[in-house]
């Protein structure tokens, strides 16, 4: 699978778009307008070893509901990814059996060499 999850209106995810380049053989999925499904967050997991993984604890619903405050298990990471699509750290890379999550700069050079 070759995709790319991200989020139009954020300009991090665009700048690092550009800076990709990707192919016609990715498919750009905007999380905002074609939220994450259960089988689409499933095979995410299946690639990167858990929910938490893929969870950003920069989110503003982050702060707002206190979530650092509860012991959060894989199962509440797991609701509230396909709750809100602010809870997906983004951009989320998937290149074939690779995943590349977020947007630190290490991340994006590996996901650069792979695309």
């Known amino acids: 699978m070759?995709?790319?999850y991200h989020l139009s209106t954020c300009d991090t995810c665009r700048k690092?778009?550009?800076e990709l380049n990707p192919s016609e053989?990715?498919?750009l999925q905007d999380?905002?307008?074609d939220p994450?499904?259960?089988?689409?967050l499933e095979?995410?997991?299946a690639l990167s070893g858990s929910y938490e993984a893929l969870f950003s604890k920069r989110a503003r619903l982050y702060k707002e509901r206190e979530l650092k405050n509860q012991n959060l298990t894989e199962e509440n990471y797991k609701d509230l990814l396909l709750e809100h699509y602010t809870f997906l750290k983004r951009p989320v890379i998937v290149s074939g059996d690779q995943v590349f999550i977020g947007n630190a700069k290490k991340t994006v050079e590996a996901a650069k060499q792979s695309i």
Do not use: G
């Open 2 to 4: 070759k995709k790319i």
């Open 16 to 18: 690092i778009l550009k």
């Open 25 to 27: 053989a990715y498919e």
């Open 31 to 33: 999380i905002k307008k």
């Open 36 to 40: 994450l499904t259960v089988n689409d």
């Open 43 to 45: 095979a995410l997991v």
